[in-house]
């Protein structure tokens, strides 16, 4: 039946070969670009420029697909052109990992790939050699599956090197890889390198092998978030050694949970050595690691050594073994206080002999065997004097500063201001608002996404929902944005109708010395109160924004200490009432004092925004 809806949608289609003038938009006037630009002029007490920062954020569709999508939306069925709709919105989504049930006989050097489905690759082989390197380096989004990999395999190695190092979001999922594998090797090195965001699954990994070992070297090192999950890893094997060495060094909280990792094994050598070393707030979980084992062997070695705070739980780790040899050796030396739990260690296990020397502070012991157990200066103290020093690494030189600062000739460090996001559009509200946002609508979003269950994605959405709806502070007002319009209204119902919206031009002097030009003092200088919008990573573009009272907030010209040529215009926000932060809080870390002691100032980072009163 011929309704309305065909009317309008053989309108867009009419008007998209044309190109018009209405209420000061130029091109087509239905386009989602068109539509907000006549939004801004009826909503804000001033024109918006056409080459306004804010209008690249707005979605990139034509009027004919920003119809198409809609009408799917709205009838719940975008999920069938997922990877139309992502490139034609330009949305962070995940591809979709077609079927593989390719087999080779042979070597296999694997260079410079994207994302593939390795499924039954290396099943049955005897010896031989496959090697991964400079695989998915540098790329955005990196999608591996790697399942029954080098399955009921003899003698087979596997070599992992610079394995997707310097991307940004990392999906890697390896099921029953090596599983009654016999002899061979996997390495693992410089695997992640450098990631941000890297999320990792080994399930059932050399499950019921013999001899496979495998060595972890510099995996996932200088990384930022992530998790890593190793699930049922080496369960059932017999002399499998596996090391770790340098795993999530220098990392930014990063999360590990190892469960039911060499369960029933006999005879396994584990080495952790430098894991999680000089890291930020590192989250590790053993679950039933080496539960009913055979004479195993485990090493832990400067773990977590010189680490900021982080949190180790062992859970019936070693229960009910048989001959278990366990040493933990400068193990959990932060030099902020980390939590560490014991729980049912080594409880109901014969013969064991669990070794603590020079292990850190703040220690729960629950239903821990005493037999066979040791510890050597057991330290009280954490691992440095001067933990001031040492915290500098986590709260990068230049991120807040003082007020004082922002004068012209001054010279300061500039942190890495650098978007670490990938690149996003926000919505059409005509389609935002037929889309699902509650985590209590998880499942729909995963379906229309494509995102399965336990999935870095799922994850990710999960994530973001959950931090939209958490209840505001005292005294914040906050509201998640999907669309342009959205974050209008929110700006203007905190700050009226005459606002302006600011951000730092661009990202040079990113990490050097700067010097500080002519300082323009918005709104005069006078303490006011502004909206700060922060990027959340969601599949489309998301802001977390929220009102910030008592502010001062400037303009500044960067200058090349050097040259003394102008090479950016930042934007910096000075918070005058610091009360209610943290006393942990990176910003009194780095400047000395506590809450509400001092003010502190930051720059507003790439893709990030600050909107406040206009000046005029």
């Given amino acids: 039946m011929f309704n309305l809806w065909n009317l309008l949608f053989l309108s867009f289609v009419h008007f998209s070969s044309f190109s018009v003038t209405l209420g000061g938009v130029s091109g087509n006037p239905f386009t989602p670009k068109s539509s907000f630009i006549r939004y801004w002029n009826k909503e804000v007490h001033r024109e918006i420029p056409n080459t306004h920062f804010l209008l690249s954020k707005v979605s990139p569709l034509t009027a004919v697909d920003s119809a198409s999508f809609s009408k799917l939306a709205a009838h719940n069925n975008l999920a069938s052109r997922l990877p139309s709709f992502c490139s034609s919105a330009k949305l962070f989504c995940f591809p979709d990992l077609s079927p593989s049930l390719e087999k080779h006989s042979k070597d296999v050097n694997f260079a410079f790939y994207l994302d593939r489905n390795f499924t039954n690759y290396g099943s049955d082989r005897l010896a031989g050699?496959?090697?991964?390197?400079?695989?998915?380096?540098?790329?955005?989004?990196?999608?591996?599956?790697?399942?029954?990999?080098?399955?009921?395999?003899?003698?087979?190695k596997d070599q992992f090197s610079?394995?997707?190092?310097?991307?940004?979001?990392?999906?890697q999922s390896f099921n029953t890889y090596g599983g009654a594998?016999?002899?061979?090797?996997?390495?693992?090195?410089?695997?992640?390198?450098?990631?941000?965001?890297?999320?990792?699954?080994?399930?059932s990994y050399s499950d019921d092998s013999n001899g496979h070992g495998q060595t972890f070297t510099h995996y996932t090192e200088e990384t930022n978030a992530g998790q890593q999950s190793f699930s049922n890893y080496g369960k059932n094997g017999n002399g499998v050694p596996n090391d770790f060495t340098s795993y999530g060094k220098d990392s930014n909280v990063m999360g590990s949970d190892f469960s039911g990792y060499g369960k029933t094994a006999n005879g396994a050598k584990d080495t952790f050595t430098s894991y999680a070393f000089d890291s930020n707030n590192p989250v590790n979980g053993f679950k039933s690691y080496g539960d009913g084992g055979n004479a195993a062997v485990d090493s832990f070695s400067s773990y977590r050594d010189q680490s900021n705070v982080g949190d180790s739980s062992f859970q019936s780790y070693a229960k009910s073994s048989n001959g278990a040899k366990v040493d933990f050796d400068n193990y959990g030396q932060s030099f902020n206080e980390g939590t560490e739990k014991f729980t049912g260690y080594g409880q109901g296990a014969d013969g064991q002999s669990i070794g603590f020397k020079i292990y850190g502070r703040n220690t729960t012991f629950k239903d821990y065997t005493k037999k066979g157990v040791t510890f050597s200066r057991y330290s009280n103290e954490s691992s440095t004097a001067s933990g001031k020093v040492v915290v500098s690494k986590w709260v990068e030189p230049g991120k807040f500063f003082r007020e004082k600062m922002l004068k012209r000739g001054m010279v300061i460090p500039m942190p890495d201001i650098k978007d670490k996001m990938p690149a996003r559009s926000f919505l059409p509200r005509t389609i935002l608002s037929k889309i699902p946002f509650s985590s209590s609508e998880i499942d729909q979003l995963k379906r229309i996404f494509h995102a399965g269950d336990n999935s870095t994605l799922a994850t990710i959405m999960?994530?973001?929902?959950?931090?939209?709806?958490?209840?505001?502070?005292?005294?914040?007002?906050?509201?998640?944005?999907?669309?342009?319009?959205?974050?209008?209204?929110?700006?203007?119902?905190?700050l009226g109708r005459n606002v302006e919206v600011r951000t730092t031009q661009n990202v040079n002097g990113s990490k050097k010395n700067i010097m500080i030009g002519s300082v323009g003092k918005i709104n005069g200088g006078k303490v006011t109160k502004s909206v700060s919008c922060h990027q959340s990573l969601y599949p489309y573009l998301l802001y977390y924004c929220h009102s910030v009272p008592k502010v001062r907030v400037y303009e500044a010209d960067i200058l090349d200490p050097n040259s003394m040529e102008k090479i950016n215009h930042g934007v910096a926000i000075c918070h005058l009432d610091t009360s209610s932060w943290?006393?942990?809080?990176?910003?009194?870390?780095?400047?000395?004092?506590?809450?509400?002691?001092?003010?502190?100032?930051?720059?507003?980072?790439?893709?990030?925004?600050?909107?406040?009163?206009?000046?005029?």
Avoid at 133 to 143: G, L, T
Avoid at 181 to 203: C, D, I, K, Q, W
């Fill in 162 to 171: 610079n394995y997707a190092s310097a991307s940004n979001v990392v999906d």
């Fill in 582 to 616: 943290s006393s942990g809080h990176g910003a009194f870390l780095a400047l000395g004092s506590g809450p509400g002691r001092i003010e502190v100032c930051h720059w507003i980072f790439e893709n990030d925004m600050t909107w406040t009163i206009a000046d005029s």
């Fill in 181 to 203: 594998a016999t002899g061979g090797s996997g390495n693992f090195n410089n695997y992640n390198h450098e990631v941000n965001v890297p999320n990792l699954r080994f399930t």
């Fill in 129 to 156: 050699l496959d090697s991964f390197k400079n695989y998915s380096e540098n790329d955005n989004v990196v999608v591996d599956s790697f399942r029954r990999y080098s399955r009921d395999s003899a003698g087979h």
């Fill in 462 to 494: 999960l994530d973001a929902l959950k931090e939209c709806e958490r209840p505001p502070s005292p005294g914040e007002t906050k509201r998640c944005v999907g669309s342009a319009e959205d974050m209008v209204d929110f700006a203007t119902s905190v």
